[in-house]
């Protein structure tokens, strides 16, 4: 079992940038791929970014390119979202995932370990 915590959400104004954490549990984080999806009010959950298990395979939307990177640090069993350029439409709820090895998917089926979420919202 894998405890996935995430925080660092809070509010900024459009342009501003934001930095989300994401904590899992257990000595095998370093062979799982890690992804950050969102949902926004009235939307379904969709993938925002996701990063392989080396780190060496980084999956983008086409909504975040350019703007949010997703670093990993194995040896602190985080990994971090980035997000820079902010707009009002990056307003969600961000989730936090985790899936033993495999490919760094946009799709939440993919993912067995799932965070609560940390609310992001982006003032105009």
């Known amino acids: 079992q894998v405890h996935v915590v995430e925080s660092g959400g809070g509010l900024v104004q459009a342009g501003g940038s934001l930095r989300l954490s994401c904590t899992a549990s257990?000595?095998?984080?370093?062979?799982?791929?890690m992804g950050w999806f969102r949902q926004a009010p009235g939307k379904e959950r969709e993938g925002v970014t996701g990063?392989?298990?080396?780190?060496?395979?980084?999956s983008y939307a086409d909504a975040v390119k350019g703007r949010f990177t997703i670093p990993r640090d194995n040896a602190k069993n985080t990994v971090y979202l980035q997000m820079n350029s902010l707009k009002p439409e990056d307003t969600a709820v961000y989730y936090c995932a985790a899936r033993p090895g495999g490919w760094p998917s946009l799709n939440a089926n993919d993912y067995t370990y799932w965070g609560q979420g940390t609310q992001v919202t982006v003032s105009s």
């Open positions: 990063i392989s298990w080396s780190g060496g395979t980084i």
């Open positions: 257990g000595r095998t984080f370093s062979t799982y791929s």
